[in-house]
């Protein structure tokens, strides 16, 4: 089993700066890929980021990418959400999940945090 635990969300003025955190523990040998998604009200959940496991290698969302930072650190089982120049469209509730294959879909994603809300105000 793998269990997820995100935390750093909370309310910022666009242009500002927030980190999420997700702390992971649990069986890992087989999780190939690790993400960041978010949903908010009305909407489908969507992809933000993902770090795949076996190469280190990113994908971004375009509405993200050069704003958006994902890592991991593995000495402290932690993912990260560095999360730069917010806008009001951020807005959302962020997910951590974790997937047994090298996917951005949320299908995919058998694990998942309970979420952290972002609120970003114009």
């Known amino acids: 089993q793998v269990q997820l635990v995100e935390s750093g969300g909370g309310s910022v003025q666009a242009g500002g700066s927030l980190r999420l955190s997700c702390a992971t523990s649990?069986?890992?040998?087989?999780?190939?890929?690790l993400g960041w998604f978010r949903q908010a009200p009305g909407k489908e959940r969507e992809v933000v980021a993902i770090i795949y496991n076996s190469d280190r290698s990113t994908y971004y969302a375009d509405s993200v990418r050069g704003r958006f930072t994902i890592s991991r650190d593995s000495a402290k089982n932690t993912l990260y959400l560095q999360m730069d120049s917010l806008k009001a469209e951020d807005t959302a509730r962020y997910y951590c999940a974790a997937s047994r294959l090298r996917s951005r879909s949320p299908a995919d994603f058998l694990y998942w945090g309970q979420g952290t809300q972002v609120s970003v105000s114009s």
């Open positions: 649990g069986y890992f040998y087989n999780i190939y890929s």
